[in-house]
Nanobody, 122 residues
Framework: QVQLVESGGGLVQAGGSLRLSCTSS????????VGWFRQAPGKEREFVAH????????DYGESVEGRFTISRDNAKNTVYLRMDSLKAEDTAVYYC???????????????WGQGTQVTVSS
């Protein structure tokens, strides 16, 4: 069983940076694709980024391309999302998810964390 826990969210000013972490308290993340999604109030869940099991392949949503960086350290059983040049529109609850295939679609991921709030003040 994979039990995901996100951390690192908080309040930051526009233009600032945050690094989110996603760890598994159960089975190792090392063989899973891990994705980050976000959901703002009143909006649908949005794909942010995903990373292959060995870290060799990444993909980003259009709205974060060039500002966010996904990475993983399988020895630490952790996936990171570095967020730079944050904008007010990045405000959302950020979720990490684990699955078997690389996908931008939330339904392709089997395991989800509870989410961490990111608030960007303008």
């Amino acid at each position: 069983q994979v039990q995901l826990v996100e951390s690192g969210g908080g309040l930051v000013q526009a233009g600032g940076s945050l690094r989110l972490s996603c760890t598994s308290s159960g089975r190792s993340l090392g063989t899973y694709v891990v994705g980050w999604f976000r959901q703002a109030p009143g909006k649908e869940r949005e794909f942010v980024a995903h990373i292959g099991w060995n870290g060799g392949t990444t993909d980003y949503g259009e709205s974060v391309e060039g500002r966010f960086t996904i990475s993983r350290d399988n020895a630490k059983n952790t996936v990171y999302l570095r967020m730079d040049s944050l904008k007010a529109e990045d405000t959302a609850v950020y979720y990490c998810a684990a699955g078997s295939v690389r996908s931008t679609r939330a339904e392709q991921y089997h395991y989800w964390g509870q989410g961490t709030q990111v608030t960007v003040s303008s």
